[in-house]
């Protein structure tokens, strides 16, 4: 009997469930119930909306500003001014004006540039007509006035933010930089100019361009022969 006993005071033993530890903590539990124990998953969630809703009404704007090309432009003549102003307050940051210019430049030719290259597709150069059966191409930009405008606004952004950090100011003799950025920018657009006589386009577009060679002459024949058809019509004195 005694082993008996024995028996089943192990069988009870084993069995016994084992009591609630003290060291867990209940908001621990309540986080593994929940699945808050991700890394901060669920703390980004509401930066990346918050995100995604700036950046779909910045694009609203964006699009809604694209015919109003006029103000964009005052707008950015009024961002232009602001960052000269820092210029020659700070008096520094002549570095950063200097990439400022080339890149500006850069996408000035772009913008003065066509589609398509007369030196690589002659049959798609946008000549202007010179015949009366000349077809009227119109002028296709490399970069449309739009990207043209919002590089150019967002590059005056980011260099007006860059001269409120030190590092980017870097000592230089100014006035080197500028006659090297005013001779680069005169040859640049001398070859623009003669680039554009040779192969005779406009990088602009005026409305549909007709050839009038000939127009007082054929106007000259027209009114003869109405005059001979219809010889009643001529008042005598």
Known sequence: MRH???QIDGINQTFKPNPPSRSAHPETSRMEASGGGGGGAPSSEPVKQYLQEFSKLFQYYLDKSTPHSAYRWIGTLVIASIYILRIVYVQGFYVVSYGLGIYLLNLLIGFLSPLVDPEIDPSNSPLLPTKGSDEFKPFIRRLPEFKFWY???KALCIAFVMTFFSPFDVPVFWPILLCY???LFVLTMRRQVAHMIKYKYIPFNLG?????GKKSSAGKVNLSLS???CPN???KD
Do not use: D
Request: no cysteine.
């Open 208 to 212: 549909k361009q007709k050839y009038g």
């Open 181 to 183: 950025w005013f001779v």
């Open 233 to 235: 019509h001529i008042v």
């Open 4 to 6: 008996e006993n024995t």
């Open 227 to 229: 005059l001979s058809v």
């Open 151 to 153: 590089s150019f606004t």
